[in-house]
Structures are given as C-alpha cells and as structure tokens.
C-alpha cells in the first residue's frame, strides 16, 4: 500500500506553473494527512495546489474517515470515488514512493523509475467546504502489484488524458488497467519508520 512518498526535486517548468507555492519546501516523508502539492487543469491551464492527502467529500460527516488510496478497479463503482473520477482528476507530483516488506521485521524499500526522477501518480481531488473557506483534499489511485497495492504512475500522454476533463470514459479505463511502470529499487536503512523524520536520511541505503 503506498503510505509514504517524497517530493524533493524539480523541474524550473514545474515551480513556473501558476499556484506554485513559494514556501515549497522538500518532503522526504509525506504521509497521509499531510498537505501535499497537486496538479490539475483549470480552464485549459496546468495549475498547482496544496491539499490535504485523505479525501474529504463535502457531504462527508465523519472526518476520521477520509481515505489516502482508492483502488482503480473499483474507482468508477465506489461511491466515495466515482465522481471525483469523472469530474476532478488531478496528478500527485513525486520522486518516488516507499514500500515495506518482510513477514517478521519489515524493511523500507524505496522505488522510483530513476534516481531523482520525476514522477506523477493519477489521483482524484474534492474540495470541502468550512465555513468561508474552502479545503481541498486528495487521494492516490493505487493498483495492486503482487501482493502490493502502487501509484498509479502516468507517462506524458497518460497525464495529459488523465487531466483533460473531455477525455473518454474508455481511455479513462484504460489508464487504470494498463500495466505497472517499470521501477528501480533499494533497501533502505530504517530512518524513514520514523514519521516524524522528513529529512534525506530517510534515503540512507541499508
């Protein structure tokens, strides 16, 4: 299940794009919860925003249930899910994401198709409204990969579908069933357990 990710490098094109916050900081350990950078289209223009990882619907009454992933075979179906699907798409921007494996004393992996890498993660947004203000909340689509469930990682043409709100409902499909992107990996060292640590010791290789 991708719980953490990171985001510490990128493009100048990408810190251009309207909405870019100018307090961007790196994240080495973002964890849902968190408030992370999305991209999405607006009018016909790519634009950045900061929201809260953990969907949050407006009709959502209990706030302790606001999911971090929503699984691509059943996103159209869901009914957390399936309108955000048609109607709010968005891209997580990242440099790769963490795994843990092992059935005793699981050991943190990281994957990423190439070190420092950008990378986008198909994705859904809402917006919640509070009073005069308006929040907006995101989460991951995830596919399951073995016995994993990763990001949904789009190529070029796969962000640019995937954010064009006239594409077709089958390519929409098909971008959920395609295959997995092709990924490096490495064991890590156990820095990255620790929440609380959001600093590039969470790469420390093993």
């Known amino acids: 299940m991708c719980g953490r990710y990171a985001l510490f490098r990128w493009t100048p094109a990408f810190a251009a794009l309207p909405g870019y916050p100018a307090d961007q900081q790196a994240q080495w350990n973002i964890a849902p919860g968190a408030s992370v950078l ?8 790519l634009q950045l925003a900061r929201a809260r990882w953990g969907l949050t619907p407006p009709w959502l009454t209990d706030l302790s249930k606001t999911p971090a992933q929503a699984r691509a075979e059943t996103l159209a179906e869901q009914p957390m899910f399936r309108q955000a699907f048609t ?8 440099n790769g994401f963490y795994e843990w494996r092992g059935s005793v004393r699981k050991r943190p992996y990281w994957l990423t ?4 890498a950008a990378l986008f993660f198909a994705a859904i947004w809402e917006a919640y409204p509070v ?3 308006v929040w907006l909340s995101c989460a991951v689509v995830t596919q399951a990969v073995v016995n994993q469930r990763r990001p949904l990682i789009l190529d070029e043409a796969g962000q640019a ?5 006239e594409t077709p409902l089958a390519r929409l499909h098909e971008l959920l069933a395609g295959p997995p992107a092709a990924l490096r990996e490495r064991a ?12 590039p010791e969470c790469l420390t290789p093993a």
């Open 131 to 133: 009073q005069e203000q």
């Open 188 to 199: 890590l060292a156990n820095f990255v357990n620790d929440p609380k640590l959001d600093a």
């Open 113 to 116: 198709p190439g070190e420092g």
């Open 38 to 45: 999305i991209q999405h289209q607006l009018d016909g223009q």
């Open 87 to 94: 109607q709010r798409r968005c891209l997580m921007p990242a």
């Open 161 to 165: 579908a995937w954010l064009d709100p």
